[in-house]
């Protein structure tokens, strides 16, 4: 059997904090330009109870590298106050031929 490498997604529900909002968006390695007013208009639906979570995601590399929600998680530093979001992270995992996916994830973290 031959192990390979996959890219997995492990979706969490995180309370994040400003500090926490600050350190995911420490590793971004860059992002399109900010727009104020989207960034503004968020965290006044944060401020006002109007902030979903499960409508979208904030997403991380396998690297840990901020992939996606720059503007929430901008949004959420504003806001000041921690509220919950939804995380997902890109997991890389060994697999082996001939398992699927799953089996391979559970034999990698019987390791």
């Known amino acids: 059997m031959t192990k390979t490498k996959q890219i997995v997604e492990l979706v969490q529900l995180v309370l994040v904090t400003p500090a926490l909002a600050d350190a995911y968006l420490g590793k971004s390695k860059g ?4 727009k104020f007013d989207v960034v503004m208009e968020l965290a006044k639906a944060m401020r006002e109870g109007r902030w979903d979570p ?10 840990g590298q901020l ?3 720059h503007h929430r998680l901008h949004a959420a530093y504003l806001h000041g106050d921690p ?3 939804v995380v997902s992270r890109q997991l890389l ?3 082996f031929d001939g ?13």
Request: aromatic share 2%.
């Open 31 to 34: 992002n399109r330009a900010l």
């Open 54 to 63: 499960y409508l979208t995601h904030i997403r991380l590399g396998h690297d």
């Open 83 to 85: 509220l919950l979001m």
């Open 93 to 95: 995992v060994e697999s």
């Open 99 to 111: 398992l699927s996916r799953e089996q391979a994830a559970q034999v990698t973290a019987s390791r």
């Open 67 to 69: 992939i996606d929600g």
